[in-house]
């Protein structure tokens, strides 16, 4: 059986948390998009944790890891995560499998990405994400199927770098890449990885013959989606649930429970329409609280009010059985809080997520406000352990979004979680 875990935001939901979670009770879970972009950060025990292509499950040791063919695959960030984790005492081998269908971010896919988010201004992390699925969809991509033999990878390098090297001189002004040196390097990259590789497709496949639970984890939000986010300030893949299908290789009869993840507040990293977005002290109090800054880049991320028009629209669009709320911790610290409960655009009310980034730009939202708490959250252990006031918002989400909130995060902690049957 399979649960997909989505964030249903704009990312940074806490997704590193809840699948570490849930982890405990899957046999796998594998990434299905995305690439070094994404952070999930987790505590345990108090020590922080941060991990961008791994998926978090890797973390309990009787869980096998899948980074999926829909994920672009950075040979350095994937060392580097490897070597932190041996650092930590906690063994990759025999753990983690990567698909033979996966792209792999190519020196010059970095170059490219930088130089373009120069031109373009979408906020992206610069480490060749975009580019690399660019090539993916022109069809000139580089797999790690292509690793294993020297003349295919040394061809195809050439042609990508007779077009790249013209743009990254004529164009952006950067510097002429070589290919022997890229050849090296990646067939260096190739023995290192070998033990990993495989097909991952027929291996959820094996697994759910034998009845085994597979969490398929996102990266980034719903709204970040590149066909139903806030295009074109989204990233270039599809963390929607129905990536998790395309990205792993898994039918969607598999699939039993989409749980999306939705942050008692909203944040975004870069740039695009945010209604609900503060830019008060309140603004600063939320990001201050919530320590909102970038678990990869370490940018502050833009804060506001949780809004129920986007989740809503998020719900319907992947499918969402239920949702797990988090940093109900951090809203509660407010003595007061609003939540977004409609848009108007001048004096008409919008009925649904509007698909042009410019018309969100310009909506306003309406708001209630609810009282906050202020009491600390740790004892709480179920729903009716919770303070008044943090029950009516959860009433309110499941009313407004017609789906239950079945898991409440009450802080960055394992045990800080709230689970109702
Ligand atoms: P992700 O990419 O969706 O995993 O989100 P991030 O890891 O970027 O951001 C989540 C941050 O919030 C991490 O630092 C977590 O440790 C922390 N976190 C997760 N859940 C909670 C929660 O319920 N309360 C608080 N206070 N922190 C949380």
Redesign the pocket.
Known sequence: MVTIIV?AQW???????IVDVLAERADIVARYQGGAN??????VEGK?IVLHLIPSGILHPHVQCVIGNGVVLDPVALRQEIAMLDAMGISVRGRLFISHKAHVIMPYHKLLDAAREQHQGIGTTGRGIGPAYIDKYSRVGIRVVDLLDRRVLEEKLRTNLAEKNALLEKIYGAERLDVEQIVAEYLEFDRYIDEFVTDTSALLHNALREGKQILAEG?QGALLDVDHGTYPFVTSSNPTSGGACTGLGIPPTAVARIIG?AKAYSTRVGNGPFPTELHDETGELLRRL??EY??TTGRARRCGWLDLVALRYSVMINGITELAL?????LGKLSSFKVCTGYRLGNQPLKSFPADARTLDTVEPEYIELEGWQSSLDAAHTIEELPAQARQLVRLIEDYCEVRVSLI????ERH?IVRRT
């Open positions: 964030g990312g940074d939901e806490g997704k590193g948390k994404a952070g999930h950060t987790l505590v922080t990266a993840l919530g320590n970038g678990a988090t940093k109900l911790d951090v995060s009450t802080g960055a800080q």
